[in-house]
């Protein structure tokens, strides 16, 4: 739990009031319930994410899995596959119990790389 602490206390890829004029993508999950909700901004240039931020509502195990997520995410392409939940909850030593914290993580992030692509799709099509 040290290392969730750890992140919790810090949080450096949360995201600040300007994301949107830096990161044009974006992508949200919430539980079913609707109390948890994690919305993930990307900025992305040449295929690669240069910028990863998060906003979220829910617990500590919430907050923390959108931080490591965006963490591990810049930098690398965008087409990239997203760690699996199971590799999250390693990196954070989270109990098997919060595994729906790394799930709603992950389905942000999958949300905001689709929209993303769909956009990079759309400026290489040319139109008749």
């Given at each position: 739990?040290?290392?969730?602490?750890?992140?919790?206390?810090?949080?450096?890829?949360?995201?600040?009031?300007?994301?949107?004029?830096?990161a044009?993508f974006?992508?949200q999950?919430?539980?079913p319930?609707?109390?948890?909700?994690?919305?993930?901004?990307?900025?992305?240039?040449?295929g690669?994410?240069?910028?990863a931020?998060?906003?979220?509502?829910?617990?500590?195990?919430?907050?923390?899995?959108?931080d490591?997520l965006?963490?591990?995410?810049?930098?690398?392409?965008?087409?990239?596959?997203?760690?699996?939940?199971?590799?999250?909850?390693k990196?954070?030593?989270?109990?098997?119990?919060?595994?729906?914290?790394?799930?709603?993580?992950?389905?942000?992030?999958?949300?905001?790389?689709?929209?993303?692509?769909?956009?990079?799709?759309?400026?290489t099509?040319?139109?008749?």
């Open positions: 739990m040290d290392g969730l602490r750890a992140r919790f206390d810090a949080l450096r890829w949360a995201a600040d009031d300007r994301i949107a004029h830096r044009r974006v992508g999950a919430t539980t319930a609707g109390d948890d909700r994690v919305e993930i901004w990307l900025a992305v240039v040449d690669r994410i240069e910028t931020r998060f906003r979220a509502h829910g617990g500590p195990a919430v907050l923390c899995a959108a490591w965006c963490e591990y995410c810049e930098g690398r392409e965008l087409a990239a596959a997203p760690p699996v939940p199971a590799e999250i909850m990196a954070l030593a989270l109990p098997r119990v919060q595994m729906p914290a790394a799930l709603l993580a992950v389905d942000a992030l999958d949300a905001a790389r689709q929209h993303a692509m769909e956009h990079q799709t759309s400026r099509v040319s139109r008749v």
